[in-house]
């Protein structure tokens, strides 16, 4: 069954690291992993996608195992404007792509 | 940001009747999507387009249809609105110009919150 698994929340304090986790068991042989950042009353917003191993861009890095069955998100040096709900995206066979339910992040001064 | 525009961005309704929601782009491109957004469950794809005319279902589609007439328009509507559809719609589209999938970026329109009393 394709199930994309996410924390619901997360806490965090500003100017550290935070490694949200998503859980993907059955992700399609050729299909990415991306996430997406939400603010209130808006449209998630593209961060960061990824195949396989470390992607690394301006904002986040991603993780991906070899078994490609979970993927972490890593924002580094988080501030209070990171606070938001973040979103991982998978695709099973089909054109099966599933979102998961979103971990609000929440940092603190 | 991708020119989306969703109209309405707020709509309150009564159950049984029907309704349409708008999702226009002026970025051309192939793959059109919508999603709606409830608690707990995240974004859930309704329906997508990939070319003028062609649609597909997706996770949750009952209840919903969809048309596509010009490439810039994908219309969303709820035949007879139910209580159980009152949520956040989302339109996305696909960065891509040839194909659609998750090798793509999608770029979301700002929402339509749709209440049906």
């Known amino acids: 069954l394709a199930k994309t698994t996410q924390p619901i929340s997360m806490d965090s304090y500003e100017g550290q690291e935070v490694n949200i986790t998503c859980s993907h068991n059955?992700?399609?042989?050729?299909?990415?992993i991306t996430w997406y950042q939400q603010f209130p009353s808006q449209g998630p917003r593209f961060i960061i996608q990824?195949?396989?191993t470390k992607v690394t861009n301006e904002v986040a890095s991603l993780f991906i195992p070899a078994d490609r069955k979970s993927s972490t998100l890593s924002l580094p040096r988080v501030s209070l404007s990171d606070t938001a709900v973040y979103y991982c995206?998978?695709?099973?066979?089909?054109?099966?792509?599933?979102f998961g339910a979103g971990t609000r992040l929440t940092v603190k001064p | 940001d991708a020119g989306i525009t969703q109209s309405p961005r707020h709509k309150v309704t009564e159950t049984g009747t029907p309704v349409t929601l708008r999702c226009h782009q002026t970025?051309?491109?192939?793959?059109m999507y919508w999603y709606r957004q409830d608690p707990g469950h995240g974004l859930r794809l309704i329906h997508y387009?990939?070319?003028?005319?062609?649609?597909d279902k997706g996770e949750v589609s009952d209840g919903y249809s969809v048309s596509r007439s010009k490439t810039e328009d994908f219309l969303l509507t709820l035949e007879s609105a139910t209580s159980s559809q009152t949520s956040v719609y989302f339109c996305?589209?696909?960065?891509?110009?040839?194909?659609?999938?998750?090798?793509?970026?999608?770029?979301f329109g700002s929402g339509t919150q749709l209440s049906v009393l």
């Open positions: 996305a589209i696909s960065a891509s110009l040839f194909s659609g999938g998750t090798n793509e970026k999608l770029f």
């Open positions: 059955n992700i399609a042989t050729n299909d990415y």
């Open positions: 990824g195949y396989k």
């Open positions: 995206l998978v695709g099973y066979n089909n054109n099966d792509m599933r």
């Open positions: 970025e051309n491109h192939r793959y």
């Open positions: 387009s990939y070319g003028v005319k062609d649609t």
